[in-house]
C-alpha cells in the first residue's frame, strides 16, 4: 500500500494577503488556515486607492466566489491538486501567551490559532506565514514553525551585485572590427554559453577597449557608442550602457537599479526628454512610502503640500536637466512647456491610476518599494507605443514587509531579464560627489 504524503497546515498572516491576493493558491495541495482576526483586519484595509486596498478588495471577491453558499464547517476544498481553505475562529490565550504577551492584539489572536492547530496536529507540521519579522520571532520562541511568503522571492539575488561583464587579454581583431563595422557575429567572440539578451560587455585587448552589447534577434555582438541625452553626458562605462537601453525604441522594458548618486533617475529622466518627440507623454512617477510612521494625512496642507516633500527629489533632477542650458535656449524652455500642456507629468504612483499609457514613456523611481503584484499590474498597464522604465536600490527598502530578494523591481529584473525586449544595468559607481560615494560605502 502507497504511503500517504504528509501535508502541511500553513497559518497566514494578514500581511501576506495585503503583498498578494492569490496567496491561498500557492501552497500546492496544503491546508491553509485564515485567523477570522485576519478577516477582521482585512475590513479595514478595503477602503481607499492606495495598492494594499486593492490587494484587500481582490482576496474578499476570491473568497466569495470559492464560498458562494457554502459554510466553512471542515473547511472548503481549494480545487483539483490544492488543499482545503479553513477559517479559524478565535481560540483562547494559552498560558503561555498570556504571560509572555500582556496586550489582546490581532497579532497575538493569530500567535493562539497558529499555536491551537500546531498541538491539535502532532503529524502533520503547522507552519505561520507572515512577512512581519517580529511576529514569525515571537511564534518561534513559543515553538511555533514560522517562515516568511516565499513564492515570489528570487532565488539568487547576486545578479544585483554587478550586471557588467568585463573581458581581459580580447582579441584586439574583433576590438578593431566593432570600431570598424560595429558588430560581429555571437560565435566569432567564443563564449562557452550563450548570452543574456542585452548584456553588455567591457572588452579589454593589449591595445584598445571597446563598449558592447548582445543583440539577440541578430545574434549578434554590438557597439556601444557614447551618447549624450538631453544635455546629460555619461561620466562611466555603466551610465554609457543604462542610456543605451533607455534610448533603444526596441527596448520597451528598462530597469536600472543601483545605490543613490549613481544617476539612475537622472538618466532615465534625461532620456525621456530627448524622445519627447516620440512619446506623447511622459511620465515621472514614484510610490509614497511614509518615513517614520507619519501617514500623509498627519502632514499639513492640501493634497498637493502634503505629497510635495515626496515628489521634491524628482524634481530636483529635472532642475539638475534644466540647468545644463541657458534659460533663454531652446532645450530650456521646452521642459518648461512639456510641464505646462502636461505632457511632462510628475506625480505620486497612486495618481497614474485610470490614465491612459499609451505611446508613453513611463518612470518609475524608487520601485524597490513596490511588490511584484505591483509591478505586474503596472506593467500589464502599458499601451501601445510605451517605454516602461524601473529605477532603484534594493539595498534601500523602505517598506517593512519587503526585502531584498522579494520586492517588485528585483522580482521583475529576475524573470525579465531572458526577454529581448528588457535591458538591466547595475550601477555601481557613484557620481553625485566623493562625499556621497563614501557614506554610500561606509554608512
Given amino acids: 500500500m502507497a504511503k500517504q504524503k504528509l501535508t502541511k497546515i500553513f497559518v497566514l498572516d494578514t500581511n501576506v494577503i495585503l503583498h498578494d491576493h492569490t496567496c491561498i493558491y500557492q501552497f500546492k495541495d496544503n491546508d491553509i488556515v485564515i485567523p477570522i482576526t485576519v478577516l477582521e483586519e482585512l475590513d479595514k484595509f478595503k477602503r481607499g486607492n492606495d495598492p494594499i486596498n486593492f490587494q484587500a478588495r481582490e482576496f474578499v471577491r476570491i473568497l466569495d466566489d470559492i464560498v458562494a453558499e457554502k459554510l466553512f464547517n471542515g473547511g472548503i476544498n481549494l480545487g483539483e491538486g490544492l488543499g482545503k481553505l479553513i477559517i479559524a ?88 572590427l566593432l570600431y570598424d563595422e560595429g558588430s560581429f557575429p555571437l560565435e566569432d567572440a567564443g563564449f562557452e554559453a550563450e548570452p543574456t539578451p542585452n548584456d553588455y560587455y567591457i572588452f579589454k585587448g593589449n591595445k584598445s577597449s571597446v563598449l558592447a552589447r548582445y543583440d539577440n534577434v541578430a545574434k549578434r555582438i554590438v557597439r556601444v557608442e557614447k551618447k549624450t541625452a538631453y544635455g546629460i553626458k555619461p561620466r562611466n562605462a555603466e551610465q554609457t550602457f543604462s542610456l543605451n537601453g533607455l534610448l533603444d525604441p526596441d527596448v520597451k522594458l528598462v530597469s536600472l537599479t543601483g545605490k543613490a548618486g549613481t544617476g539612475k533617475t537622472l538618466l532615465a529622466l534625461a532620456a525621456a526628454l530627448e524622445q519627447h518627440k516620440q512619446y506623447e507623454q511622459i511620465l515621472l512617477a514614484r510610490p509614497i512610502v511614509a518615513l517614520s510612521n507619519r501617514d500623509l494625512g498627519y502632514l499639513p496642507g492640501d493634497a498637493s503640500e502634503k505629497i510635495s516633500p515626496y515628489m521634491q527629489p524628482l524634481f530636483d533632477n529635472l532642475s539638475v536637466i534644466k540647468h545644463a542650458f541657458n534659460p533663454r535656449s531652446q532645450e530650456y524652455q521646452k ?39 505591483e509591478i505586474k499590474t503596472i506593467i500589464t498597464r502599458a499601451g501601445e507605443g510605451t517605454k516602461m522604465v524601473f529605477t532603484g536600490d534594493i539595498m534601500q527598502i523602505d517598506s517593512p514587509y519587503l526585502d531584498m530578494k522579494s520586492n517588485g523591481l528585483a522580482y521583475m529584473t529576475d524573470k525579465m531579464r531572458n526577454q529581448d525586449l528588457f535591458s538591466h ?17 561606509l554608512l
Avoid: W
Avoid at 494559552?94 to 489572536?109: A, G, N
Avoid at 502636461?342 to 520601485?367: C, H, K, M, Q, W
Avoid at 550601477?427 to 554610500?440: C, I, M, Q, T
Fill in 89 to 176: 475562529t478565535g481560540k483562547p490565550f494559552s498560558d503561555t501567551i498570556k504571560q509572555s504577551f500582556k496586550e489582546d492584539i490581532p497579532d497575538h489572536r493569530i500567535l493562539s490559532i497558529a499555536e491551537f492547530y500546531t498541538k491539535e496536529n502532532i503529524k502533520r507540521p503547522t507552519i505561520l506565514v507572515s512577512k512581519d519579522i517580529n511576529l514569525r520571532m515571537k511564534a518561534k520562541s513559543l515553538g511555533i514553525m514560522s517562515e516568511d511568503y516565499e513564492n515570489d522571492k528570487i532565488k539568487d539575488p547576486q545578479v544585483f551585485e554587478k550586471s557588467i561583464i568585463e573581458l581581459e587579454s580580447f582579441k584586439d581583431k574583433l576590438i578593431e
Fill in 335 to 373: 521642459i518648461d512647456e512639456l510641464l505646462k500642456e502636461e505632457r511632462l507629468i510628475i506625480t505620486p504612483l497612486a495618481y497614474i491610476r485610470g490614465r491612459s499609457l499609451s505611446n508613453s514613456y513611463f518612470i518609475v523611481d524608487e520601485a524597490q518599494n513596490l511588490t511584484p503584484h
Fill in 425 to 441: 544595468v547595475n550601477l555601481v559607481k557613484g557620481e553625485r560627489s566623493y562625499l556621497a560615494e563614501l557614506a554610500s560605502d
